[in-house]
């Protein structure tokens, strides 16, 4: 079974959505070595690094010819990142051609599931998000087989050695594991919206604080927060 984990996080490197993914990864590099899988039901995994407005058609070749299809992205606007929907809609059209050409052997049954992170304290701020890739899926034919809402987005790096599912992730490894059972076994896994496991009013706290040193370090002062155009 081939799985396309695809990280559409801006950044190049340390981005929550990339910690998400390897988290994903290694439990579906656990459900393999657990059960043993071998052979063509073998968890064959491939990485896609999407942070620009643009890919491969290799890109859309491969991925056409997995099982499933993973996104990590963090929320923009109630959405995906410009770069990310610009990709989704190149997708768009590579599976037009597709269709035109009559090769439907080319297009497989494809279960995509949605992992979304924001900076906001609760994960259910995700869910237009989660409901767009949604809207793609039914769009190109694909089944939209669950998304996860991830909250305190900010925290994630900071956090990222943390074992998942261990006091803060507690909640986050939870479903992760879960969402990698679904994809190995082909399942839907269904929508849910989490937060660490952490007090909401000191994330609060400390995400307030680091607006006030990121302030001062550009050369303004903390009023400055409140200024309008």
């Known amino acids: 079974m081939k799985t396309a984990l695809i990280n559409g996080s801006p950044k190049l490197k340390n ?68 770069h990310l929907l610009k990709i989704l809609v190149d997708f768009e059209h590579y599976i037009d051609e597709i269709k035109k050409s009559n090769d439907m052997n080319q297009l497989k049954d494809i279960n995509v599931y949605a992992v979304v992170n924001n900076g906001f304290f609760e994960g259910k701020q995700n869910c237009l998000a989660i409901e767009t890739i949604g809207h793609w899926c039914k769009r190109l034919g694909f089944n939209m087989a669950g998304g996860i809402g991830i909250g305190g987005g900010g925290m994630l790096l900071a956090i990222k050695n943390v074992p998942c599912g261990s006091g803060p992730k507690k909640t986050i490894g939870i479903e992760l594991k879960k969402l990698s059972s679904s994809i190995k076994s082909r399942q839907n896994y269904g929508l849910s ?37």
């Open 15 to 82: 981005s929550a959505s990339l910690s998400i993914l390897t988290d994903i990864k290694n439990f579906l590099m656990q459900e393999r070595d657990e059960n043993k899988i071998q052979s063509e039901s073998d968890i064959i995994i491939n990485e896609f690094t999407w942070n620009k407005p643009s890919c491969s058609i290799k890109d859309f070749e491969d991925i056409c010819k997995c099982d499933a299809i993973v996104f990590a992205f963090p929320l923009y606007v109630d959405s995906a990142p410009s």
């Open 193 to 229: 919206f989490i937060e660490p496991n952490f007090p909401a009013f000191l994330y609060k706290f400390m995400a307030e604080t680091q607006w006030r040193k990121s302030v001062k370090a550009n050369g303004l002062k903390a009023k400055d927060l409140g200024r309008r155009i």
